[in-house]
């Protein structure tokens, strides 16, 4: 397999082009194609501005096995999706189903409703007048004027560039009032036997190895400007016509794997984990124990940087998860019997075909998060405080990956992994998708929120952004129709109404 098939910055030169819309949508991930759809079924004109060259984000980008929390509290056009998956298989609803299966769906949705794609555009500039967007032009020359932009992208690079406020990292714990932020050190996901962590075991002076920070133990509840790992969701097969062997990638050093080496000498029970099933005799492979899929400590730098060094970051992930399965699959440090289990296992051949088997979408858990003046914190999920201008529901755990590794008393740490439940379904407030009034005014953000590190940890599920991304277009509408000026003065009662006539589920009793 030829290296770099897919590369996460790769523009096409074209003639310069400017169109003028009612709504612009920059992100075609599954809370942008949903926004478009909305949008169009509402009688506007919309542009979807897509950075990559597929739609539906992680939705069609491999994560597969849905992450739900309720599904009682997921309506509208995101259940509307799901039961769509389910026709093609003959189901009222499908939650594990095949990448190519959501891809196609979400393409056949766009074309129903007559909605123009640009793929391969890459933001450049944001023109304001005042507080509102005029328009944003693109690397590749495509200038889109529009009335009312909703920013769907997993990074926030429309809201950034925008001048909203936004923040970047753990926040302490004393920020928000909160319990779970910041510093993290728990049991998941965790060395459960010692490890050492040097490059000569039990010399410190020989160096750590590859991927331990350098700093030492940090209190609980610090914040800090890391951010929770990053991995590709693999679509794996064990059908021998639809299998793609592992293959060596370029640049593998195996010495990158000398922490996994010393782990699995011990105990490769682990190797053995999240490997859930989807349709079509496939399965979601995830992240999972102290050493496995998650880059940690590769990401921190992703959420603000420019485009040429997020395709530095984006082809390490690429180059460490390659390399990962290959070492587990040779490598003869590794048991043999868990070399024969990786190896039963190869890329799905009839997914992701044009780059190999290997998903495009790479998984942004978190990146920028909008800073307004309602930002969702632990209190939201635990039921402590209650926004009056719910836009939809959250209900998965407050889950963050690990965020770092370090050395302490000759072993080694993950330090960053929490997965704490919400008491129950919770409202996110529209407050928290629109930025302050005083930054901009015709901007709508359903993606990077307003939310701490560990409430969006618990927000940031495929089905909830899909939510977040209808509810978004709602308001942009309901803006538009009402001759608002900007999306914070809509009225709530006008939006909550229209919310409720698209299925959207905005509250939980608490009999529930």
Not at 85 to 96: A, L, N, R, T
Not at 140 to 164: H, N, P, W
Not at 186 to 208: C, K, N, T
Request: hydrophobic content about 35%; aromatic content about 10%.
């Amino acid at each position: 397999m030829n290296e770099n098939l897919y590369y996460y910055h790769s523009p096409q030169e074209r003639e310069a082009q400017t169109i003028d819309v009612d709504i612009c949508i920059y992100g075609g991930n599954a809370a942008g194609v949903i926004a478009a759809v909305q949008a169009a079924r509402d009688g506007h004109s919309v542009a979807v501005v897509e950075p990559g060259g597929h739609l539906g984000g992680l939705t069609a980008g491999g994560l597969s096995a849905t992450d739900i929390g309720n599904k009682d509290a997921i309506g509208g056009l995101s259940r509307e999706l799901y039961r769509a998956f389910g026709k093609h298989y003959g189901v009222e609803e499908e939650w594990h189903f095949e990448p190519s299966v959501a891809e196609e769906t979400l393409k056949a949705w766009v074309a129903q409703n007559g909605i123009p794609v640009y793929f391969r555009h890459f933001l450049d500039t944001v023109a304001l007048d005042g507080k509102k967007i005029v328009s944003i032009t693109t690397e590749s020359g495509l200038t889109v004027q529009a009335r009312i932009f909703i920013d769907c992208s997993y990074e926030g690079d429309l809201m950034a560039k925008s001048g909203v406020s936004y923040h970047v990292g753990r926040e302490s714990n004393d920020v928000y009032g909160e319990t779970l932020n910041g510093v993290q050190h728990r049991d998941a996901h965790q060395f459960q036997h010692p490890v050492d962590p040097y490059v000569v075991p039990g010399d410190p002076s020989s160096g750590l190895l590859p991927g331990i920070d350098p700093v030492g133990p940090i209190p609980n509840g610090t914040g800090d400007h890391r951010v929770q790992a990053y991995n590709f969701r693999l679509c794996l097969t064990k059908r021998p016509d639809n299998l793609i062997p592992w293959e060596k990638p370029g640049g593998y050093d195996p010495r990158d794997y000398e922490l996994l080496a010393r782990y699995y000498a011990i105990d490769h029970s682990e190797v053995y984990g999240m490997y859930d099933a989807i349709r079509g005799d496939k399965v979601d492979k995830n992240n999972h124990g102290a050493v496995s899929t998650d880059f940690i400590g590769g990401n921190w730098l992703y959420p603000d940087a420019g485009y040429a060094a997020r395709e530095t970051i984006f082809q390490a992930h690429v180059r460490w998860q390659k390399g990962l399965f290959w070492f587990l699959a040779t490598d003869e440090r590794v048991p043999a019997e868990a070399r024969k289990w990786v190896n039963s296992w190869g890329l799905a051949k009839d997914e992701f075909v044009e780059t190999g088997g290997w998903p495009h979408q790479l998984y942004i858990r978190e990146a920028r998060r909008m800073v307004s003046d309602y930002v969702s914190t632990d209190a939201d999920c635990r039921h402590l405080r209650r926004p009056d201008d719910s836009v939809g529901l959250a209900a998965y755990n407050m889950d963050s990956h690990n965020c770092r590794r370090f050395a302490i008393d000759g072993r080694v740490r993950n330090e960053g992994d929490v997965q704490v439940a919400p008491t129950g379904p919770y409202p996110i407030s529209y407050r928290s998708i629109v930025p302050r009034a005083t930054e901009c005014a015709n901007l709508l953000v359903p993606v990077c929120m307003a939310a701490s590190h560990i409430a969006y940890g618990s927000i940031r599920m495929e089905p909830v952004f899909i939510i977040l991304g209808q509810s978004a277009a709602v308001a942009a509408s309901v803006a538009l129709a009402d001759g608002v000026d900007a999306v914070q003065s809509i009225s709530y009662a006008r939006l909550r109404s229209r919310l409720e006539q698209a299925g959207q589920v905005l509250d939980w009793p608490a009999a529930k």
